[in-house]
């Protein structure tokens, strides 16, 4: 069964500055995808980037971007120039290509902002 | 718009009381899915289904019962054998099954509580 682990239960940053979330995964699987969340007070998830493994370069969303390793199985998200509405709890999760198309989440880590 | 609706917002239980929470999507969606959210762990699934009248149980399935009687909706019943009801609950849903890097979209949630 595939694992993902968020190691970073909490963290903070400075209003406009960089952030980096750590996310790893085991699986055995060469294909599959990879997602990252966030949830916000409201309680809403809300879809922040994604991944395909077989894609060598790394995805990007505006201020957001992935440093995807894939032999290392890590995952990684960058928040750049970072604003008061990222404070959210971040949520990285794995889904299989071949075999379904349930997600396996990590514990999660919360972005605080500073002003 | 179309999306995901979750009712009610609020629900309590008594003891020894089976409560129904309903999920309901427009977006068309084959897959749908509940999970769990406690208090700092991430989204645990349930129950998931990917095409009407079948449905798998994921990883905390015990004491809950689901039903896929039409493709918009996916009740959640938390009977009276889940001893620990208490939490958050999300229904998400997505395009497809097998294959599919669409991500699952999801609900604003329901929180269950005991009386």
């Known amino acids: 069964a595939q694992t993902v682990t968020q190691s970073q239960p909490e963290m903070s940053v400075q209003e406009a500055e960089t952030v980096t979330l750590s996310c790893t995964y085991d699986t055995s699987e060469s294909d599959y995808y990879l997602f990252w969340y966030k949830q916000p007070p409201s309680r809403q998830m809300i879809l922040v980037i994604r991944?395909?493994?077989?894609?060598?370069q790394n995805a990007t969303e505006n201020r957001f971007s992935v440093n995807f390793q894939k032999a290392a199985k890590s995952f990684s998200l960058k928040i750049s120039d970072s604003q008061l509405g990222d404070a959210a709890m971040y949520f990285c999760?794995?889904?299989?290509?071949?075999?379904?198309?349930?997600?396996?989440f990590g514990e999660g880590t919360q972005l605080t902002v500073n002003p | 718009d179309g999306g995901i609706t979750q009712s009610p917002k609020y629900l309590f239980r008594k003891e020894g009381q089976n409560v129904t929470l309903s999920c309901e999507q427009n977006l068309n969606h084959d897959a749908m899915y509940w999970y769990r959210q406690d208090p700092g762990q991430g989204l645990r699934l349930i129950y998931y289904?990917?095409?009407?009248?079948?449905?798998q149980k994921g990883d905390i399935a015990e004491g809950y019962s689901v039903s896929r009687e039409k493709k918009e909706s996916f009740p959640l019943t938390v009977t009276s054998a889940q001893k620990n009801p208490t939490a958050f609950y999300l229904c998400a849903s997505s395009p497809q099954g097998a294959g599919s890097n669409q991500p699952q979209h999801f609900g604003d949630g329901t929180r269950l509580s005991i009386l």
């Open positions: 991944q395909e493994a077989y894609k060598q």
């Open positions: 999760a794995y889904r299989s290509a071949p075999s379904g198309s349930r997600l396996t």
């Open positions: 289904s990917q095409i009407v009248n079948d449905f």
